[in-house]
């Protein structure tokens, strides 16, 4: 069993987030027990085993001490093992469409086989689509007595607002250097493992506040010994923006694949990096800043971990020549023509999109890759949320016959406002006023 399963918190006194083990005992000792919480906060922090800690609490066959169960009746034991039918453990990234959450609607109404309350954890609670949200709404409003809901999400800004006034929340944040420090002497002791503490201290800042990955990264160290922190070493944020702002893209590049092959989150160092571009907050460094949070968006979504960073990148590095170069397919402008028949073959495979098109005009191709510049930031979103990207994507390589990408930045309006719907629903026209006509 890898250390960060063997070793995983079992009791509340074991939780070395301090401000969570605090609120969790404040709530267990008032005998209040809220039907519903929210844990929130960066991967790895514990926010699952708090979960369970506290579905065993509530659960626990023999009576409390101190806010902490038994750790030995058969709801416990269950629980830890990950076995019990009454605690139940759902994947929104999985389950997330409504009809999920109408079986889980149907099943709530049942009374637990054997526990005290039936508990439901659903992990990254924020990939829930709108409509499955709002049914889970209806059921945290007028819960059974029996249940209780604790949703984890590491993006509690993308829950509707409705959820998160339904529940009670405890913030997770990034673990300190102290705080891993003490999770790991735990494990450092009951394996004997021979390590100093200042290698104690570097994997812990090599953890970037997540208990999680610095219990495995200790676990490599005590494979490999010293020449795992030799190998592994850090990374650089400040390095990174100074490579950013100088738009050395080959390098860059280098730097995020070596990160991947050394194991360290992609999410984490974009926010290492977003940290640093806030001390010197520039309109150039707020376009970049923006490309960043984009690709946290996508990562959640992409196939390939790291992916969307160096999509950022390379928008980032190749903007300024993309704005520069004429808008041309193989020697001839993209024409109103050519608009036209994207905005044709697009409108009855999705409206939306289409629509959204019409506050957008190209700028710009390189054989390979469109460039669209979008009037308006909601509008960017949109047209990059991941299905609406390849939907575009499959109609203009249609439209151009060739294999091609889009990439939209923000642009001016022009004087003229882009068409809506109930102002005119002819394609023609529309393509005529984005183009100036």
Not at 124 to 142: F, I, P, Y
Not at 171 to 181: D, H, L, N, R, V
Not at 357 to 375: E, M, N, W
Not at 396 to 420: E, F, G, N, Q, S
Request: hydrophobic share 40%.
């Amino acid at each position: 069993m890898t250390f960060y399963l063997k070793y995983r918190p079992q009791n509340l006194d074991d939780l070395d987030l301090v401000n969570v083990k605090e609120s969790l005992k404040k709530i267990v000792l008032s005998k209040e027990i809220p039907h519903a919480f929210l844990f929130s906060g960066p991967k790895g922090t514990g926010k699952t085993s708090a979960a369970r800690i506290l579905a065993k609490i509530i659960n626990c066959e023999q009576s409390t001490v101190n806010s902490e169960s038994c750790g030995k009746c058969d709801q416990c034991i269950s629980i830890t093992k990950g076995s019990n039918i009454d605690v139940i453990e759902l994947d929104a990234a999985s389950n997330r469409g409504i009809d999920d959450i109408r079986t889980l609607r149907d099943a709530v109404k049942l009374s637990p086989a054997k526990a005290k309350k039936k508990v439901y954890i659903i992990d990254e609670a924020h990939m829930l689509t709108v409509d499955a949200s709002n049914a889970l709404l209806k059921t945290l409003e007028e819960p059974p007595n029996h249940v209780i809901f604790i949703l984890a999400t590491t993006n509690s800004e993308k829950l509707i607002e409705t959820i998160r006034s339904r529940t009670t929340e405890i913030i997770f944040k990034k673990a300190s250097i102290e705080e891993i420090e003490h999770s790991l002497e735990r494990v450092v002791k009951a394996e004997k493992i021979k390590i100093s503490r200042e290698d104690v201290g570097t994997i812990s800042g090599m953890a970037n506040g997540s208990f999680r990955d610095a219990v495995k990264l200790l676990e490599q160290f005590s494979l490999e010994g010293e020449s795992f922190l030799r190998d592994k070493g850090g990374y650089d944020p400040d390095g990174f923006v100074k490579l950013l702002l100088n738009k050395e893209k080959d390098e860059l590049l280098t730097q995020v694949r070596e990160l991947e092959n050394k194991g360290f989150s992609t999410d984490d160092f974009i926010k290492d990096t977003l940290e640093v571009l806030r001390e010197n907050i520039s309109k150039e460094n707020i376009v970049l800043m923006e490309l960043l949070m984009e690709a946290i968006r996508q990562d959640s979504y992409s196939p390939i971990e790291g992916l969307p960073l160096e999509i950022a990148i390379v928008k980032w590095c190749g903007e300024e020549e993309v704005k520069a170069k004429p808008a041309k397919i193989d020697g001839e402008n993209i024409d109103e023509s050519t608009w036209k028949s994207v905005l044709t073959k697009i409108r009855p495979i999705n409206a939306s999109i289409e629509a959204l098109l019409r506050s957008a005009k190209p700028l710009g191709f390189d054989g390979k890759i469109l460039t669209l510049g979008v009037f308006y930031k909601f509008h960017k979103e949109r047209l990059e949320d991941g299905h609406n990207r390849k939907v575009l994507e499959d109609v203009v390589t249609a439209v151009l016959d060739k294999p091609a990408r889009v990439i939209c930045i923000l642009t001016d309006a022009p004087t003229r406002a882009p068409l809506t719907e109930s102002k005119d629903n002819d394609i023609m026209k529309a393509a005529e006023e984005i183009f100036g006509v």
